[in-house]
T-cell receptor, first 114, second 116 residues
């Protein structure tokens, strides 16, 4: 069975600085997808960034980038130039191919200090 | 706004009530999902519908009954719930087939359910 582990229940960062959220996962599959979702107080889960396992290049999306280490099964999220609006709970998720095979981590609550 | 709308946003019900949660997606997706989010627990996948056919049912108690009348609508019918069923119920949709398949799930804002 696939598992996703986020070892940091809470993180904080000073505005304009950089923070890295960690995520590790366990799978026996070679082709899968990894995601970071953001859930602000409004509760709506919003996709932040997506990585296909077959791609070696790390995904980037503006201030958000990942460090994908397939052999180590690690998928960390780096947020650069943190903004107050980045404060939220962040979920790492693993998805295998077709519909339904999704596993989420416990989440990391990020606080951004002004 | 992600294109996935859930109603109601909040629901309080007694253990003997019958209520339904509604989810509607305007993205042209062909797969829809129900998740349960409890405090201090990871998201739990409850049901998956692909092309209006249920493809996954993760050992969910029968007091939760999903319905997918078409690819744009998903319901979760609730009856004789327990207090431990109080949680945030999230709906999601994705395009899992064809050229547009990207395996990305788009979530609604959820229904906060309290069972008294």
């Amino acid at each position: 069975a696939q598992t996703v582990t986020q070892s940091q229940p809470e993180m904080s960062v000073q505005e304009a600085e950089t923070v890295t959220l960690s995520c590790t996962y366990d799978t026996s599959e070679s082709d899968y997808y990894l995601f970071w979702y953001k859930q602000p107080p409004s509760r709506q889960m919003i996709l932040v960034i997506r990585q296909e396992a077959y791609k070696q290049q790390n995904a980037t999306e503006n201030r958000f980038s990942v460090n994908f280490q397939k052999a180590a099964k690690s998928f960390s999220l780096k947020i650069s130039d943190s903004q107050l609006g980045d404060a939220a709970m962040y979920f790492c998720a693993y998805r295998f191919q077709s519909a339904g095979k999704s596993t989420f981590g416990d989440g990391t609550t990020l606080t951004v200090k002004p | 706004e992600t294109g996935v709308t859930q109603t109601p946003r909040h629901l309080v019900m007694g253990m003997t009530n019958k209520k339904s949660l509604k989810c509607e997606q305007h993205l042209g997706h062909n797969a829809m999902y129900w998740y349960k989010q409890s405090a201090k627990k990871p998201l739990e996948l409850m049901f998956v519908y692909s092309l209006e056919e249920r493809v996954e049912n993760n050992s969910v108690p029968s007091r939760f009954s999903p319905e997918c009348p078409n690819s744009s609508h998903l319901f979760l019918h609730l009856h004789t719930l327990q207090p431990e069923d109080s949680a945030l119920y999230l709906c999601a949709s994705s395009q899992d087939l064809g050229q547009l398949a990207k395996n990305i799930q788009y979530f609604g804002a959820g229904t906060r359910l309290s069972v008294l």
